[in-house]
């Protein structure tokens, strides 16, 4: 029942599929073992989606290029609507603060500040525009490799954010991502390493090349190396630096996995 719980509880933070729970401090970085099981729970209803619309606008007179952009907008929209586009709104604010080139309490307050600004707007119509393109790509055609590509892509992009509670400090312990401190364990930092594993090797089983999957490793080091040295850089992560490496994390597997 504990275990039951705790994915429960992590299903209502991470989405809207759950309705909202009271989780106390001491307890929310316990629902980190099942961010990886969220994901696979928001890809597989955001794929679902997605082939179904491709199947249903193919019956119609649109031009295919049309029915995969569209296929891929509702895919893109279900992956907004069942997560409450929590993620996104990290990438646009730690946009519009490290746009604002500005250090210590004004970085935060950029950081903090709910309006969102030029770099904001910026980085979601690129992250947009990416991950919409990208997956038109995975559905076209789609085989069992894109498949699971579309399904494991919202999974690898939350686990892989795992490793940043082990490797960097929050700056306010007492805020939504300093909740998440107490997750930075070495057994979690193992198990998401073992869901990384376990998704490389589903995806060659599905006939990725080795090169693809070297390269997808490579990225998402370089990436979490980055925000590491961002949270050391600007006193510790908030939630907007976790989501934001969630989102880019999945844009990134999206992309290397064309």
Request: proline share 4%; aromatic share 10%; hydrophobic share 55%.
């Amino acid at each position: 029942m504990p275990l039951a719980k705790r994915f429960l509880d992590a299903l209502s933070f991470f989405t809207c599929l759950v309705p909202a729970r009271l989780v106390s401090n001491s307890t929310l970085g316990e629902c980190a073992p099942w961010i990886f099981f969220c994901g696979l729970v928001i890809g597989a209803l955001c794929t679902l989606a997605g082939t179904l619309a491709s199947f249903l606008l193919a019956k119609t007179s649109c031009p295919d290029i049309l029915v995969l952009l569209l296929a891929a907008l509702v895919w893109v929209a279900a992956e907004m609507r069942i997560t409450r586009a929590l993620h996104w709104d990290g990438l646009a604010d730690l946009a519009d603060a490290l746009g604002s080139c500005r250090q210590g309490d004004a970085f935060r307050a950029v950081l903090k500040d709910s309006r969102i600004g030029t770099f904001g707007v910026l980085a979601l119509l690129c992250a947009f525009g990416c991950e919409l393109l990208a997956v038109a790509a995975h559905l076209c055609p789609l085989s069992p490799f894109h498949t699971a590509s579309l399904v494991l892509a919202p999974a690898w992009g939350r686990a892989m954010a795992v490793p940043l509670f082990r490797l960097a400090s929050p700056y306010d312990k007492t805020s939504l991502g300093g909740q998440f401190a107490s997750a930075g364990t070495v057994g979690n930092l193992v198990l998401c390493l073992l869901w990384a594993a376990l998704t490389l090797g589903l995806l060659a089983c599905c006939g990725a090349h080795p090169l693809r999957l070297a390269a997808l490793l490579l990225l998402q080091g370089l990436l979490l190396w980055y925000f590491v040295a961002l949270s050391k850089r600007h006193g510790g992560y908030s939630g907007d630096f976790c989501g934001c490496l969630m989102q880019v994390g999945q844009c990134l597997f999206l992309l290397a996995t064309i």
